[in-house]
């Protein structure tokens, strides 16, 4: 279980008003992240080996061609 004290506000979050805030809690298995202004909802949950490429597709999404 994590308890209010394992997230922190993700370093990849926008700055701002801060309501583009994501959260990260590290764990020994995985990295979980949340949305800071729904956090008693549903997290995702990543392999370490994971996390880094997922963000990075977030921040270089691949166009689609029709």
């Not at 990849?12 to 805030?21: P, V």
């Not at 994501?22 to 909802?41: C, Y």
């Amino acid at each position: 279980m994590l308890n209010p004290d394992t997230w922190r506000k993700s370093s990849f979050s926008g700055g701002g008003q801060g309501d583009a805030c994501v959260e990260v809690a590290d764990r020994d298995t995985h990295i979980a992240i949340r949305d800071s202004k729904t956090p008693d909802r549903a997290t995702l949950t990543f392999p370490p080996t994971a996390f880094i490429p997922f963000i990075q597709s977030l921040k270089h999404p691949r166009t689609t061609k029709s």
